[in-house]
Nanobody, 119 residues
Framework: QVQLVESGGGLVQAGGSLRLSCAAS????????MGWYRQVSGKQRELVAD???????NWADSVKGRFTISRDIAKNTVYLQMSSLKPEDTAVYYC???????WGRGNYWGQGTQVTVSS
């Protein structure tokens, strides 16, 4: 069984910073990609950023230049450093990972962490 555990959400003023962490655990053979999505109530979940085993990254245009994604391969952990936060960044942020384990290849989600940016 694979689990993703997130931490680091919270309340911050506009212009502030937050760092999200997501650690994968379980019988993991390899991690193909890890990343972050976000969802506002009533809207579709959208990609914020992800990073692949190759090091390639994908980004939402709305966060380019403000957010940074990084990983610690040894710890099976991905980080999202969010700076210059805006009220429109308010959402539930979900960690996502494509992982090969003893269960086979699977797409996994974290439980979600709330990020609220006040104006």
């Amino acid at each position: 069984q694979v689990q993703l555990v997130e931490s680091g959400g919270g309340l911050v003023q506009a212009g502030g910073s937050l760092r999200l962490s997501c650690a994968a655990s379980g019988s993991i053979f390899s991690i193909n990609s890890m990343g972050w999505y976000r969802q506002v109530s009533g809207k579709q979940r959208e990609l914020v950023a992800d990073i692949h085993s190759s090091g390639d990254t994908n980004w939402a245009d709305s966060v380019k230049g403000r957010f940074t994604i990084s990983r610690d391969i040894a710890k099976n952990t991905v980080y999202l450093q969010m700076s210059s936060l805006k009220p429109e960044d308010t959402a539930v942020y979900y960690c996502n990972a494509l992982i090969t384990s003893d269960w086979g290849r699977g797409n996994y989600w974290g439980q979600g962490t709330q990020v609220t940016v006040s104006s």
